[in-house]
Protein backbone atom coordinates (compact mmCIF):
# COMPACT_ATOMS: atom_id res chain seq x y z
CA UNK A 1 0.00 0.00 0.00
CA UNK A 2 1.65 3.42 -0.54
CA UNK A 3 -0.26 6.81 0.22
CA UNK A 4 0.24 10.35 -1.16
CA UNK A 5 0.10 13.87 0.29
CA UNK A 6 0.99 17.14 -1.19
CA UNK A 7 4.43 16.76 0.01
CA UNK A 8 5.16 13.35 0.85
CA UNK A 9 4.88 9.35 0.08
CA UNK A 10 4.54 7.20 2.38
CA UNK A 11 5.56 3.59 1.14
CA UNK A 12 6.48 0.37 3.43
CA UNK A 13 10.10 0.66 3.95
CA UNK A 14 12.96 -1.17 2.10
CA UNK A 15 15.98 -3.02 2.85
CA UNK A 16 17.95 -0.30 0.55
CA UNK A 17 16.48 2.63 2.80
CA UNK A 18 18.96 1.45 5.96
CA UNK A 19 21.21 4.18 5.12
CA UNK A 20 19.05 6.40 5.40
CA UNK A 21 17.19 5.55 8.07
CA UNK A 22 20.63 5.45 10.37
CA UNK A 23 21.29 8.67 9.22
CA UNK A 24 17.96 10.06 11.14
CA UNK A 25 17.81 7.33 13.81
CA UNK A 26 21.43 7.24 14.88
CA UNK A 27 20.77 11.10 16.63
CA UNK A 28 20.14 11.21 20.47
CA UNK A 29 16.97 14.18 19.82
CA UNK A 30 14.68 11.63 18.26
CA UNK A 31 14.66 7.71 19.52
CA UNK A 32 14.77 8.12 23.64
CA UNK A 33 12.28 10.79 23.61
CA UNK A 34 9.65 8.44 21.95
CA UNK A 35 11.08 5.14 23.79
CA UNK A 36 13.85 3.58 21.67
CA UNK A 37 17.90 3.99 21.82
CA UNK A 38 19.09 5.89 19.04
CA UNK A 39 20.78 3.48 16.19
CA UNK A 40 24.53 2.24 16.63
CA UNK A 41 25.00 1.10 12.88
CA UNK A 42 23.55 0.80 9.30
CA UNK A 43 23.23 -3.21 10.03
CA UNK A 44 21.39 -2.78 12.95
CA UNK A 45 18.83 0.03 11.01
CA UNK A 46 18.69 -2.81 8.17
CA UNK A 47 17.68 -5.45 11.22
CA UNK A 48 14.94 -2.76 11.99
CA UNK A 49 13.89 -2.63 8.96
CA UNK A 50 13.34 -6.41 8.36
CA UNK A 51 11.55 -6.85 12.08
CA UNK A 52 9.70 -3.89 13.58
CA UNK A 53 9.05 -1.78 10.36
CA UNK A 54 7.51 -4.92 8.56
CA UNK A 55 4.29 -3.97 10.14
CA UNK A 56 1.34 -4.15 8.06
CA UNK A 57 0.61 -0.27 8.77
CA UNK A 58 4.02 0.82 9.29
CA UNK A 59 5.37 3.26 6.40
CA UNK A 60 8.73 5.17 5.38
CA UNK A 61 7.67 9.14 4.85
CA UNK A 62 8.96 10.35 1.60
CA UNK A 63 9.87 13.27 0.15
CA UNK A 64 8.09 13.09 -3.19
CA UNK A 65 11.11 15.14 -4.69
CA UNK A 66 13.48 12.51 -4.25
CA UNK A 67 11.77 9.31 -2.84
CA UNK A 68 13.84 9.55 0.19
CA UNK A 69 13.22 8.32 3.65
CA UNK A 70 13.00 10.91 6.18
CA UNK A 71 11.05 9.10 9.01
CA UNK A 72 8.41 6.95 10.10
CA UNK A 73 4.89 6.76 10.65
CA UNK A 74 2.60 3.66 11.24
CA UNK A 75 -0.48 2.56 12.75
CA UNK A 76 -0.09 -0.34 15.09
CA UNK A 77 -2.24 -2.86 14.99
CA UNK A 78 -4.03 -5.43 17.77
CA UNK A 79 -0.88 -7.58 18.61
CA UNK A 80 1.27 -4.95 18.10
CA UNK A 81 0.49 -1.98 20.53
CA UNK A 82 -0.34 -2.46 24.33
CA UNK A 83 -2.58 0.50 24.30
CA UNK A 84 -5.72 -1.97 23.12
CA UNK A 85 -6.72 -5.49 22.03
CA UNK A 86 -9.63 -4.58 19.63
CA UNK A 87 -9.01 -5.22 16.31
CA UNK A 88 -10.77 -2.07 14.92
CA UNK A 89 -8.44 -0.06 17.33
CA UNK A 90 -5.29 1.26 16.72
CA UNK A 91 -2.28 3.27 17.91
CA UNK A 92 -0.57 5.81 15.50
CA UNK A 93 3.04 6.12 16.21
CA UNK A 94 5.63 8.99 13.85
CA UNK A 95 9.07 10.26 14.39
CA UNK A 96 11.09 12.49 11.58
CA UNK A 97 14.61 13.69 11.10
CA UNK A 98 15.29 16.48 12.72
CA UNK A 99 16.33 18.83 9.48
CA UNK A 100 12.63 18.10 8.81
CA UNK A 101 10.97 19.11 12.04
CA UNK A 102 9.14 22.21 12.07
CA UNK A 103 7.10 22.15 8.15
CA UNK A 104 4.21 20.58 9.14
CA UNK A 105 5.32 17.16 7.61
CA UNK A 106 4.54 14.90 10.40
CA UNK A 107 0.76 16.53 10.21
CA UNK A 108 0.40 15.83 6.81
CA UNK A 109 1.42 12.36 7.15
CA UNK A 110 -0.86 11.56 9.99
CA UNK A 111 -3.66 13.06 8.67
CA UNK A 112 -3.65 11.00 5.61
CA UNK A 113 -2.76 8.29 7.93
CA UNK A 114 -5.76 8.77 10.29
CA UNK A 115 -8.02 9.24 6.79
CA UNK A 116 -6.42 5.84 5.68
CA UNK A 117 -7.43 4.01 9.28
CA UNK A 118 -11.20 5.24 9.36
CA UNK A 119 -12.03 5.30 6.23
CA UNK A 120 -9.94 2.12 4.53
CA UNK A 121 -9.47 -0.02 7.67
CA UNK A 122 -12.66 0.99 9.39
CA UNK A 123 -11.29 1.46 12.68
CA UNK A 124 -13.03 2.96 15.42
CA UNK A 125 -10.55 3.83 17.57
CA UNK A 126 -6.73 5.49 16.95
CA UNK A 127 -5.06 6.09 20.67
CA UNK A 128 -1.69 8.37 20.53
CA UNK A 129 0.88 8.74 23.57
CA UNK A 130 3.25 10.68 24.82
CA UNK A 131 5.79 10.46 27.27
CA UNK A 132 5.83 13.72 29.65
CA UNK A 133 7.71 16.40 28.38
CA UNK A 134 7.37 15.60 24.76
CA UNK A 135 5.97 18.73 23.96
CA UNK A 136 6.53 18.44 20.25
CA UNK A 137 4.77 15.67 20.25
CA UNK A 138 2.24 16.55 22.38
CA UNK A 139 1.80 19.91 20.10
CA UNK A 140 1.67 17.76 16.97
CA UNK A 141 -1.77 15.69 18.60
CA UNK A 142 -3.47 18.87 19.54
CA UNK A 143 -3.18 20.31 15.43
CA UNK A 144 -4.05 16.72 14.40
CA UNK A 145 -7.49 17.35 16.92
CA UNK A 146 -6.46 13.81 19.53
CA UNK A 147 -8.94 14.60 22.33
CA UNK A 148 -6.73 14.12 25.97
CA UNK A 149 -7.67 10.06 27.72
CA UNK A 150 -5.94 9.60 30.50
CA UNK A 151 -2.08 9.89 32.40
CA UNK A 152 -0.38 7.09 33.73
CA UNK A 153 2.31 8.09 36.41
CA UNK A 154 4.25 4.51 36.15
CA UNK A 155 5.23 3.53 32.73
CA UNK A 156 6.69 1.13 31.91
CA UNK A 157 9.87 2.11 28.58
CA UNK A 158 11.31 -1.76 28.10
CA UNK A 159 13.90 -0.90 25.21
CA UNK A 160 15.44 2.27 27.48
CA UNK A 161 14.92 0.73 30.63
CA UNK A 162 12.89 3.34 32.38
CA UNK A 163 9.90 4.31 34.50
CA UNK A 164 8.30 7.23 32.40
CA UNK A 165 4.63 9.22 32.94
CA UNK A 166 2.74 8.56 29.90
CA UNK A 167 -0.33 10.58 28.48
CA UNK A 168 -2.77 8.98 26.13
CA UNK A 169 -5.12 10.65 23.33
CA UNK A 170 -7.34 9.21 21.61
CA UNK A 171 -9.47 10.08 18.28
CA UNK A 172 -12.63 8.35 18.07
CA UNK A 173 -14.56 7.29 14.19
CA UNK A 174 -17.33 10.15 15.19
CA UNK A 175 -14.44 12.78 15.94
CA UNK A 176 -12.89 12.48 12.76
CA UNK A 177 -15.55 12.64 10.95
CA UNK A 178 -16.95 15.73 12.46
CA UNK A 179 -13.47 17.62 12.43
CA UNK A 180 -13.46 20.36 9.95
CA UNK A 181 -13.50 19.28 5.91
CA UNK A 182 -12.55 15.03 7.03
CA UNK A 183 -15.56 13.62 6.02
CA UNK A 184 -15.21 12.62 2.80
CA UNK A 185 -18.70 13.91 1.58
CA UNK A 186 -17.80 17.11 3.00
CA UNK A 187 -14.67 17.53 0.93
CA UNK A 188 -17.00 17.15 -2.47
CA UNK A 189 -18.92 20.33 -1.08
CA UNK A 190 -22.08 18.11 -0.61
CA UNK A 191 -24.85 20.37 0.16
CA UNK A 192 -26.46 17.53 2.48
CA UNK A 193 -23.59 16.89 4.87
CA UNK A 194 -25.01 14.93 8.04
CA UNK A 195 -27.82 13.79 6.06
CA UNK A 196 -26.34 12.05 2.72
CA UNK A 197 -26.32 8.51 2.35
CA UNK A 198 -21.93 8.59 3.07
CA UNK A 199 -22.53 10.56 6.40
CA UNK A 200 -24.84 8.11 7.51
CA UNK A 201 -22.99 5.06 6.15
CA UNK A 202 -20.07 5.77 7.92
CA UNK A 203 -22.39 6.83 11.02
CA UNK A 204 -23.83 3.38 11.18
CA UNK A 205 -20.34 2.13 11.24
CA UNK A 206 -19.36 3.75 14.17
CA UNK A 207 -22.35 2.50 16.13
CA UNK A 208 -21.89 -0.70 15.39
CA UNK A 209 -21.26 -3.48 17.89
CA UNK A 210 -18.38 -5.93 18.40
CA UNK A 211 -18.77 -9.29 18.44
CA UNK A 212 -18.70 -9.46 21.63
CA UNK A 213 -21.34 -6.87 22.53
CA UNK A 214 -23.89 -8.90 20.42
C1 LIG B 1 7.25 15.07 17.10
C2 LIG B 1 7.78 15.29 15.68
C3 LIG B 1 7.42 14.11 14.80
C4 LIG B 1 7.09 16.56 15.13
O1 LIG B 1 7.32 16.64 13.73
P1 LIG B 1 7.21 18.01 12.91
O2 LIG B 1 6.97 17.66 11.50
O3 LIG B 1 8.36 18.89 13.25
O4 LIG B 1 5.89 18.64 13.54
P2 LIG B 1 5.38 20.15 13.34
O5 LIG B 1 6.10 20.84 12.24
O6 LIG B 1 3.90 20.06 13.29
O7 LIG B 1 5.82 20.84 14.71
C5 LIG B 1 5.21 20.46 15.92
C6 LIG B 1 5.67 21.39 17.03
O8 LIG B 1 7.03 21.11 17.32
C7 LIG B 1 7.70 22.34 17.70
N1 LIG B 1 8.88 22.44 16.82
C8 LIG B 1 8.92 22.21 15.48
N2 LIG B 1 10.18 22.31 15.05
C9 LIG B 1 10.95 22.61 16.11
C10 LIG B 1 12.31 22.83 16.29
N3 LIG B 1 13.19 22.77 15.27
N4 LIG B 1 12.75 23.11 17.53
C11 LIG B 1 11.90 23.18 18.57
N5 LIG B 1 10.58 22.97 18.46
C12 LIG B 1 10.10 22.69 17.24
C13 LIG B 1 6.70 23.46 17.56
O9 LIG B 1 6.16 23.70 18.84
C14 LIG B 1 5.62 22.86 16.68
O10 LIG B 1 4.34 23.34 16.99
P3 LIG B 1 3.77 24.68 16.23
O11 LIG B 1 3.65 24.29 14.78
O12 LIG B 1 2.46 24.93 16.86
O13 LIG B 1 4.77 25.77 16.44
C15 LIG B 1 9.32 15.49 15.66
O14 LIG B 1 9.63 16.56 16.53
C16 LIG B 1 10.08 14.23 16.12
O15 LIG B 1 10.36 13.36 15.32
N6 LIG B 1 10.42 14.17 17.41
C17 LIG B 1 11.19 13.02 17.96
C18 LIG B 1 10.43 11.72 17.95
C19 LIG B 1 9.10 11.82 18.66
O16 LIG B 1 8.94 12.55 19.64
N7 LIG B 1 8.13 11.07 18.16
C20 LIG B 1 6.81 11.01 18.77
C21 LIG B 1 6.79 10.07 19.92
S1 LIG B 1 5.27 10.19 20.83
Known sequence: ??????????????????????????????????GWPPHKSVEESRSIIRGVFSGKECYAVCLKENGKAIGSIALK???????????????LGYWLGKEFWGQGLILEAARELLRHGFEDLEMRTIWCGYYDGNAKSKRVQEKLGFAYHHTCNEVEVPLM?????????????????SLDGNCPCKKRSCERHGKCDECRAH??????PRPCER
Open 203 to 208: HEKSKR
Open 1 to 34: MQLTTKRLILRPWQESDAEDLYNYAKDPDIGPIA
Open 77 to 91: LNGETDMTEQDDECE
Open 161 to 177: GEIRIGHTNVMTRERWF
